[in-house]
């Protein structure tokens, strides 16, 4: 939770690396709620708002300084689909925000004189229609009707006044320049985050490419990746630094494979918090995990990077 005398967010991490939380939805199916409907943890907003508080909490108890919140697959079309109306709808992504900050104060309660601060994320076109195309982007929208898509949803958060807000897994540079127009004239920083696959967005297109549309975007105040492979991250930490000269967000995942047909994770982790040096000495400033990892890992990123 910050306070007058807390730095703001594009100030904290121009002065100094900090950490992000973990996967928000691993951390609630390990609390024992079931994620698996289409509106995924958004869906615990309205039938189990202190759940996601208590997720937020365990990783700022963690370390971490960064709540994100569980937005990232509501959106105004998705709740429609299961009966919820605009004004609800809206109501609820303002809710994630205060439950961010509802764990924020309790965190600070028993650790006075943190800065803490709430992210809201702002998951891609394609967490809407649940169907794992936010992992292969090129939805066959225009950029405007992407930004017209995203906008409203944008609005509503940033009036909730978070401290920041995460464009996160997004898999190609259509969805990033929709994002980048329609975070405009906010009045709230953002990171725009790519989903990658190797040197190249999850679409195809190079990532130096995908780097360069915010370098000029003074609303943006870090560019990276996050929801891939550990080691793809390595590879665009120093990248994303050169092209943009902004400061590097990473968080990627554990290092296991989705299998969306089957449901599952397969394969091993290959998130070792002996990559976090690297990524602080080529540029990143905001360090985390996405999916699989839990506080238990961003507790031994935080000690590390201490």
């Known amino acids: 939770m910050t306070s007058a005398a807390s730095p703001s967010f594009g100030d904290a991490i121009a002065a100094s690396t900090v950490v992000l939380d973990g996967g928000l939805s ?3 199916e390990a609390a024992g709620h079931d ?6 943890s958004a869906r615990l907003l309205a039938q189990r708002p202190e759940a996601v508080v208590e997720a937020h909490r365990a990783y700022f108890e963690a370390g971490a300084s960064v ?14 689909r299961h009966g919820v109306d605009g004004d609800e709808a809206a109501g609820l992504l303002a809710l994630s925000v205060e439950l961010a900050r509802e764990a924020a104060r309790r965190a600070e309660a028993k650790a006075p004189g943190r800065s803490l601060w709430v992210a809201a994320s702002v998951g891609p076109y394609g967490a809407m229609l649940a169907d794992g195309s936010e992992y292969r ?5 225009s950029v405007g009707e992407l930004e017209r898509f995203h906008r409203p949803r944008l609005e ?10 995460a464009l996160e897994t997004v898999p190609d540079t259509d969805e990033a320049r929709a994002l980048v127009r329609a975070v405009r004239g906010l009045g ?18 190079p990532l130096e ?19 891939c492979a550990p080691e793809d991250a390595d590879r665009a930490v120093a990248l994303a630094a050169r092209v943009t000269g902004k400061p590097v967000v990473v968080y990627p995942n554990s290092g296991e494979r989705w299998d969306a047909g089957a449901r599952a994770w397969e394969g091993r982790s290959t998130f070792s918090t002996r990559r976090v040096a690297g990524w602080r000495r080529a540029g990143a400033r905001l360090i985390g995990g996405c999916c699989r990892v ?3 890992t961003i507790a031994q990123l935080a000690a590390q990077l201490r």
């Open 26 to 28: 691993n951390q609630l």
């Open 35 to 40: 994620l698996s409907d289409e509106l995924w």
């Open 67 to 80: 709540a994100t919140t569980a937005s990232y697959q509501a959106t105004f079309e998705g709740f429609a």
């Open 137 to 141: 982007g090129r939805y066959g929208l």
């Open 156 to 165: 509503v958060l940033a009036a909730a006044r978070p401290d920041v807000l």
């Open 188 to 205: 709230v920083p953002a990171w725009l985050s790519y989903s990658t696959a190797g040197d190249r967005t999850r679409a195809g297109q």
């Open 209 to 227: 490419e995908a780097f360069a549309l915010a370098a000029d975007v003074d609303e943006i105040v870090a560019v990276g990746v996050n929801c």
């Open 294 to 296: 839990g506080p238990d």
